[in-house]
């Protein structure tokens, strides 16, 4: 919640504001494994981030990339965070019955220290004045003397009787020697206390109940002569003069504020637990507009954005980062890393025809604008990226107008997707911007044919398929693709390469489906893409075997099969075999020069593609009939192949 720094004095110059939010998303999040935070502090000498977590009673150490390093465990109910001057050593405040103030080394992150500070005593918020080391408690303050060789513990410092119930949340700055000021957390309405410590007591220099409740966190200037409170209303982080806690400004934020951190520097981040506006806003020393604004993305199952938990903004020393926690709906909670945070965010409007032809020129426009006046005369770098160029082509750098726009001509040699990019490198105050169209490109036609639409081919036919390629610039290759009938078989790349002198590429392919074919010319530079397809069909291999015949007989002009009238031919069909798969079966008989239809149906094929069917009933003899077996597209279950008849097969009953 606070970095130790030298003195800065903060100037305090506030007027009224009107916001305009710039949601900007946190440059790197990585998960905590945490179920609740109490604090965060930032060690910039290590470049490590301490969280707490009361929920699992542990400290979650992470560097500055967020990435955890190591947990300090045993830890019950850990709450309060406080860093060393010199970066040293961490200082916890650990209640849950452990009831003392535990000291790790910063350099290995192991436990150095334990100070009890007596049983039942709960503390929770540690500020460091100087060699003593304060921390609030229910209803009381106390402090551990760091400088004195036993470390011995002081309670009930806070003679005034200004706390009851929760213990007062505490801040300090190195700034400000023998100054602290504390505040009552969640209650309503809230609670301010500054303490003098100078002549080696607590002693009381200012209280007041001050506008609104429901404290969530509070921050010491670095200069001591103001605190910044953020509680749930009103809807800004309040600022209080340290001298008699007289209101003497605001950070303007929304619903509902619940975090606050200074940097060294002056610069102040405010967040708040709100689901619809910007989660953390950033302000110069001085200022009470926003420089910059985060709102975070929701990562949970459900949609809802994720939101900053409670004391969960941290400042590096240097101001180079911001770190923040927030937490999902899922229960999830990530360090959100913030690069350059006191740096105004820099949008850059790119405005590119939509169309254009090729080898003519166009007008690229566009402006550059900032919540920070942007200095005068900028430029920008300016990229053109296409087809020939992919990695991108430098154009000549565009200087940007007083009033922010600017405008640029072009003229592309390459047809297709044009892209331009702007970008500013950034400056003192700004953080570097970027902004990009593109534009379509025309391209010339050129011609692509593939052989065999419509035709059909028996089962396991080894099929010559030739895509032919008309007039191109540089690219002369094709890809040929088979995609079988079938959700089962996918669509597959099965050549791809140069088409040969004569423009054609060839592909054999053993048909054992319906297939379509697609031939692609992906283009160039100057020649659009085509494509071209041919469906053909393929189809089923069936054969019918007959049984419980006595005889055969070549006779008019057909084998036939003799069944005496007591016995019930069978028929066993192999046909290709598909899930769901059945074959039609049909009769017809043969009466004074002409066959008749005496009816079909359908049987199911087993899995290995065979289906036995017993002709029964009463047989009449002596005349002529035949039988097939047949795939019929979709009426037999699927769609996979094209119709296959069978061959007729021939029978007689007799007596």
């Known amino acids: 919640m606070r970095s130790l720094t030298a003195a800065t004095t903060l100037a305090v110059l506030f007027s009224s504001a009107v916001l305009t939010a710039t949601p900007a998303s946190a440059d790197s999040a990585k998960i905590l494994p945490v179920k609740a935070v109490g604090d965060i502090v930032v060690d910039g000498v290590h470049q490590r981030v301490f969280v707490s977590d009361p929920s699992n009673g542990k400290i979650v150490v992470t560097d500055y990339a967020g990435t955890v390093v190591k947990q300090l465990t045993s830890l019950p109910g850990v709450t309060g965070l406080e860093l060393s001057a010199d970066s040293g050593t961490l200082y916890a405040a650990v209640p849950g019955g452990t009831d003392a103030i535990v ?172 689901s619809y506006d910007p989660d953390v806003y950033v302000f110069k020393p001085g200022s009470a507009t926003s420089v910059r604004e985060y709102d975070f993305p929701s990562t ?165 398929f030739t895509a032919h390629l008309g007039t191109t610039y540089k690219s002369r290759k094709v890809e040929i693709w088979a995609d079988p009938f079938g959700g089962d078989k996918a669509n597959k790349l099965v050549k791809s390469a140069t088409v040969n002198s004569s423009g054609n590429l060839s592909v054999t392919l053993d048909l054992k489906r319906d297939t379509k074919v697609t031939a692609k010319f992906l283009g160039d530079a100057r020649y659009a893409p085509k494509t071209v397809s041919s469906t053909v069909g393929a189809k089923v291999k069936v054969s019918t075997a007959v049984s419980k015949h006595y005889k055969t007989k070549y006779t008019w002009g057909h084998t036939y099969y003799y069944f005496k009238k007591s016995k019930n031919p069978v028929f066993t069909t192999t046909m290709t075999a598909y899930p769901g798969r059945e074959q039609r079966l049909e009769l017809e008989f043969y009466y004074d020069g002409t066959w008749y239809d005496l009816g079909s149906e359908y049987f199911a094929l087993g899995s290995a593609g065979i289906s036995k069917v017993e002709l029964t009933g009463e047989h009449e003899t002596g005349y002529r009939m035949r039988m097939r077996s047949s795939y019929i597209n979709s009426s037999s279950g699927d769609t996979v192949n094209s119709t296959t008849h069978g061959a007729w097969k021939y029978f007689i009953f007799t007596s």
């Open 300 to 464: 949970s199952s459900g949609g809802n954005a994720d939101l900053l938990v409670d004391r969960g903004l941290g400042w590096a020393p240097d101001a180079s980062r911001l770190f923040a926690v927030s937490s999902n709906y899922d229960g999830v909670y990530r360090l959100r890393v913030l690069v350059a945070p006191t740096k105004a965010t820099t949008a850059i409007t790119v405005t590119a025809p939509a169309t254009a032809t090729r080898a003519k020129k166009l007008t690229v426009k566009g402006k550059v604008s900032s919540k920070v006046a942007l200095p005068a005369g900028i430029k920008l770098t300016a990229t053109r990226t296409d087809l020939e160029n992919t990695s991108g082509k430098a154009l000549p750098a565009v200087t940007v107008k007083s009033d922010g726009t600017y405008s640029f001509t072009d003229t592309p040699t390459v047809g297709g997707k044009v892209k331009y990019t702007l970008k500013y490198a950034g400056d003192a105050g700004h953080a570097a911007g970027t902004g990009s169209d593109t534009v379509d490109v025309s391209r010339a036609k050129t011609t692509l044919t593939l052989n065999n639409n419509g035709k059909v081919y028996s089962y396991g036919k080894d099929v010559k």
């Open 103 to 274: 000291a790790f080394d910063t350099a290995t992150a192991t436990e150095s220290a334990r100070y009890p500070v007596g049983t039942s005593t709960d503390p929770k918020y540690p500020a460091l004045d100087g060699d003593r080391l304060w921390f609030g408690y229910p209803g009381d303050i106390g402090y551990v003397d760091l400088a004195a060789p036993e470390h011995p513990v002081a309670l009930d410092q806070e003679t005034d009787n200004t706390w009851f119930g929760a213990a007062p949340m505490l801040d300090t700055s190195p700034g400000a020697p023998g100054r602290i000021v504390a505040g009552m957390p969640q209650q309503s309405p809230s609670e301010l206390a500054v303490y003098d410590t100078t002549s080696g007591t607590l002693t009381r220099t200012a209280h007041s109940t001050v506008e609104g409740g429901n404290m969530r966190d509070l921050a010491l200037t670095p200069d001591g002569q103001h605190v910044v409170v953020a509680s749930g209303a009103p809807y800004y982080q309040a600022v209080y003069k340290t001298s008699d806690l007289t209101a003497d400004g605001k950070y303007p934020t929304n619903a509902y504020p619940n975090a606050v951190d200074i940097a060294p520097d002056g610069s102040v981040a405010a967040g708040i637990d709100g």
